[in-house]
Structure formats: structure tokens, C-alpha cells
């Protein structure tokens, strides 16, 4: 009888690749924000497909379409990227919002963004070393 439950209770350790359904890697480490109206709602981490933001859930409904401003700050610059989403889950101070399709142009500037974050990211990483 315990074997079952202690069997059920065993952790799986190994090396093999754990499957991720993502479309795009998250970056967690970008100093970025999300401006909806006159609110400034901190963002967790975000990727080509969508963002987490940490704010208080009752701001949105589920389905909610809105319009936005992505702000990141990179060494003493502040890059913003319009563009618009839908949430698509609210859950204990978290908000999750699904990006619209990316057009090319909105492509090329969210990864002129991204390789901002990224050399200022080294940057730092090189100053505390």
C-alpha cells in the first residue's frame, strides 16, 4: 500500500529535455513595463508571442483586447513598442496577454529592442564582475 502512494511521490530526475510548448523564449531579465492607459503595470517577463505582467487581475477581464505601450529601459535609453493584445488568463496578480500577430516591421522592432536589452544586460553583468 505505501509503495503505491511512495511511488507516486517519486521526483523524476533526468537529463533528458523537459518538452516546451512555447512558441518564443521568455526574457525575464529586461528592465521593461507595460503602459494601458494611464496605468503602469510592471512586466514579469515577455516574448514575441505575449507578456506576464504582475498587477492586480481585477484591471482586466478575460478577452479583454487592448491597445499598449511596451517600455524598456536599456543602459540610459527608454525604447517603447505600440502595439495591441488580448488577455488571455488572470490569476493571483498575474496577468497574461497574448500579442497580436507581429507584422515584419513590429518584428524587426521588437528584436532591435531585444538586442538592446541583451548588450546592456552584458554590459552590467561585466561592470559587477
Known sequence: M???VFRNQRALASNDQVE???LHPRREN??????????LVPVRDWSFGGALLDT???LFS???HIVFTL???AGDEIHSVI???IVIRRANCRVAVKFAPLTEAKQREFMAVMEHCVADEFARSQASA
Do not use: M
Not at 529586461?30 to 496605468?39: P, Q
Open 56 to 58: 492586480d487581475e481585477r
Open 20 to 22: 516546451n510548448n512555447r
Open 71 to 73: 517600455k524598456f529601459k
Open 30 to 39: 529586461d528592465r521593461c513595463a507595460l503602459i494601458f492607459g494611464e496605468t
Open 2 to 4: 505505501f509503495e503505491r
Open 83 to 85: 502595439h495591441q493584445g
Open 62 to 64: 478575460d478577452g479583454q
